[in-house]
């Protein structure tokens, strides 16, 4: 056969992309100008002063000339600690997206398959794509809730190498019970992992059943980032606690020195400032109720949130035409209307006091 974009007649010219790539939509959030952001949930706060100024002067004394550390040692470290395992449970990437990426390269791929429960966070789709990875996916709830008796069918069906959960589940909000996920681990046949973006305003984590090395731990991984509560999605630094030997399988599909010097630096100064991140996550958590409370008085349905965001559908206008009013305001949210199982349905970030008066008074005024 010959080779692919190179015709029999020689011509030069750019190759088509592969076939199966070519019928992925790419995905992206909406980046307009906007005076308030609330559609990627991120932290309304940047980090603290003082990790800005150690930051500086650390970065200061790096040797830029040289590779960084290739295994991110001291990171791996203090992660390690904070989470009560050993630093050969850890894997560090560029943001927890290239964590499911790291995973998806080393146990996905053409011939197998990952199961997914929607709706959920679009890119565990998107990423097992773009891996060559077969997608089979049940549905949660109609409240949004993982079924288990769907979960049974859908991992039985399709004999998943990888079951991915999200919890607090991106976008509908709420975290599923620890016990749910232990039923999760026990019938999926490979590996079950947890997307815990949102893990730190949950009330429990898969991080359990890993330091407990409870049944199935070996077969659990739990994935974090520092992009939503850590107030540093500019860092693009995420990370797994999973078995060592999922950890190393994930090194196996990894660039070298895939993780820079300031990154390496940036993540490990951030575990100095635990206190001021909770205190973050509960400025948010007081938020989340008062907003919750504002919409249950509004023509909308909502849902209960365990995250910095909250999902919502109004009822007697088209999604659309409030995703534009609230644009008009200068209100940016997330449109989940087209997305599977959500039609109708907004998702709006939890952001700084004012910010979401903002929302909720451009809100109260488009629904009216
Ligand atoms: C925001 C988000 C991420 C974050 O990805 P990063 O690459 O770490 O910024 C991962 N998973 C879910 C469910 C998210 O909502």
Redesign the pocket.
């Known amino acids: 056969m010959a080779p692919v974009g190179r015709g029999t007649g020689g011509h030069l010219g750019l190759p088509p992309v592969r076939p199966d790539l070519a019928a992925l939509t790419g995905y992206h959030s909406e980046q307009v100008d906007v005076e308030v952001r609330l559609n990627t949930?991120e932290s309304p706060l940047p980090p603290p002063p003082g990790w800005y100024e150690a930051l500086l002067s650390g970065i200061a004394r790096i040797e830029f000339n040289r590779y960084p550390d290739r295994e991110a040692t001291e990171l791996r470290r203090g992660l390690a600690d904070s989470h009560g395992v050993p630093p050969e449970q850890v894997f560090c990437a560029n943001?927890?997206?290239e964590v499911l990426q790291s995973l998806l390269l080393a146990y996905g791929g053409p011939g197998r398959a990952v199961a997914l429960f929607e709706p959920t966070?679009t890119l565990h789709r998107h990423i097992a794509r773009i891996t060559g990875t077969e997608v089979v996916a049940g549905r949660r709830s109609d409240a949004f809730e993982l079924d288990l008796g769907e979960v049974r069918r859908v991992v039985g069906a399709g004999d998943p190498v990888i079951t991915f959960l999200?919890s607090p589940n991106?976008p509908t909000g709420r975290a599923d019970p620890l016990a749910d996920i232990e039923a999760v681990v026990a019938m999926a046949p490979g590996l079950v992992v947890v997307?815990e973006?949102y893990g730190q305003f949950a009330p429990s984590s898969a991080l359990e059943i890993l330091r407990g090395r409870g049944p199935g731990a070996e077969r659990t991984a739990a994935v974090r980032?520092f992009?939503?509560t850590w107030s540093m999605?500019g860092t693009r630094l995420?990370y797994l606690v999973a078995d060592p030997e999922v950890v190393r399988a994930c090194e196996m599909v990894t660039l070298p020195y895939h993780l820079d010097a300031a990154k390496q630096l940036a993540g490990r100064l951030a575990l100095r400032f635990v206190d001021e991140m909770e205190d973050r996550v509960a400025m948010v958590r007081e938020e989340r109720g008062r907003m919750a409370a504002t919409l249950a008085a509004l023509p909308v349905e909502t849902w209960p949130s365990d995250a910095n965001f909250i999902l919502f559908r109004p009822l007697r206008k088209e999604a659309r035409d409030v995703w534009t009013d609230l644009l008009g305001a200068s209100v940016l949210v997330r449109d989940c209307s087209k997305w599977p199982g959500l039609t109708g349905c907004l998702r709006v970030t939890v952001g700084l006091p004012s910010e979401n008066d903002r929302f909720l008074a451009a809100l109260s005024e488009s629904l009216q």
């Open positions: 949930n943001g927890s997206n966070y999200c991106n997307d973006a980032t992009s939503k999605a995420g």
